[in-house]
Every structure is written in C-alpha cells, then in structure tokens.
C-alpha cells in the first residue's frame, strides 16, 4: 500500500492578514440606537406618526385620549375625500389667534362646493348630506359658502362643540398633515377608522 503524502499547509500570503477588531459593544449600541432613531424620524416625518384626541369635538368617532395612527403618505397620490378625518396645522387665522397645535375634524366641503347648514342639516350643491357619525344635529345656521380652490371645509363630529370651519373658515390643502386611519388605544375600541359611506352618488366624491 502506497503512502499518502500528508496534506501541505498552504503558503502564506506575503503579508499576514490581520485579525479583525473586536467591535466597541458601547459604539455598537450607539450605531444601532442611531439608526433606529433616523428611521423612526423617517417615518413619523414622511410615512405616518402617532396622535391623541385631547377634546371631545370628535366625538362619538374619537373620543378623548384615543391613540390613532396618521397617515401622512396617501395624501401625496391622492385628494382628501368627503368624510375623512383628518389632521391639519393651524391655519393662518387660527395662528393669529395664538393656536398651535395640530386640530383634527372631518373633511365635509371640497374645492368649489356650496356648503350651507339650516334646519339640522348640511346641505352640498342644496342636497342633504346623510350624517350617522355626528354626536347631534347642528344647532347653528351657516352659509352658505364656496369652498376656495385648493381647500376644505371641516367640522368635527359633535357639531355643537366643535370650534371647526364654520367658526374660522377653511383649511389649505398645504396645511393637512394626514388622515386618521387606526386607533390603538384604548384596546377595547382598537380598529380602523373608515370613511362614511354617504347614500346620494352626487355627494360620493
């Protein structure tokens, strides 16, 4: 039986390779920390962000110190449509009235719109808009009004206390920051937040 020869080592290279360092556990924890950071900054910036309800004008949909998620994305493709929550800044009246903070209603009157409310009701272009989410019938008359280009009409869902466009007037589409989609919290009423479904086509818009 022949003998093998035994297997060789291979010949080093010309320069030993160097063993890599052991990485700083506390400069890792900061990249990471970093990272997550500027990703959570990217998405509560440009994809969606977290907002409470601090008053009741919402209500029944919202209710004080709900949790929901803002969707600051979809209004990038698309226009707000009648019946969405949304959430705006200040417009330039109420920042001359010293608001700061974001306001949140629902969008009721879209670009070139007659908006009117008598006798209990909102009236689009004269037609009654069918409200099953408002907490009561408005108490108040308004209008009528023509929603300027490039603007909506909000008002909140409790209709008698709501401080909401028929007080201030309208909100610039630059000031919306997004549309309530999901409330996280409380966890009993945890869920989507769904866009009415209004019965006359001439107001499905």
């Known amino acids: 039986m022949q003998h ?3 297997s060789q ?7 030993a390779t160097p ?12 990249q990471t920390l970093g990272l ?13 962000e977290a907002r409470y309800i601090p ?30 929550v949304v959430v705006f800044n200040p417009t330039p ?8 903070d974001a306001f949140i209603k629902r969008v009721i009157g879209l670009p070139g719109e007659t908006v009117s409310v008598n006798n209990g009701r909102v009236f689009i272009n004269r037609t009654p808009l069918q409200e099953p989410y408002i907490a009561a019938k408005p108490a108040y008359r308004f209008g009528p009004v023509v929603v300027p280009a490039d603007s909506y009409l909000v008002l909140g869902d409790n209709r008698n206390d709501s401080y909401d466009s ?5 909100v610039p589409r630059q000031d919306i920051i ?28």
Do not use: C
């Open 36 to 48: 997550s950071l500027l990703l959570a900054f990217g998405i509560r910036t440009f994809v969606a």
């Open 166 to 170: 028929h007080y201030w007037g309208f």
């Open 93 to 100: 009246i109420l920042k001359a009235e010293h608001f700061h």
């Open 178 to 205: 997004g549309r309530a989609v999901f409330r996280f919290y409380p966890l009993n009423r945890m869920g989507e937040i769904n866009r009415p479904v209004y019965t006359a086509t001439t107001l499905q818009r």
């Open 55 to 84: 008053s009741g004008s919402m209500k029944p949909t919202l209710q004080i110190n709900d949790r929901l998620i803002i969707d600051k994305l979809s209004y990038d493709f698309t226009s707000p449509k009648r019946g969405d």
């Open 19 to 30: 063993r890599p360092k052991a990485e700083n556990p506390w400069l890792e924890g900061l």
């Open 9 to 15: 080592p291979l010949a080093p290279s010309s320069k």
């Open 4 to 6: 093998q020869p035994e």
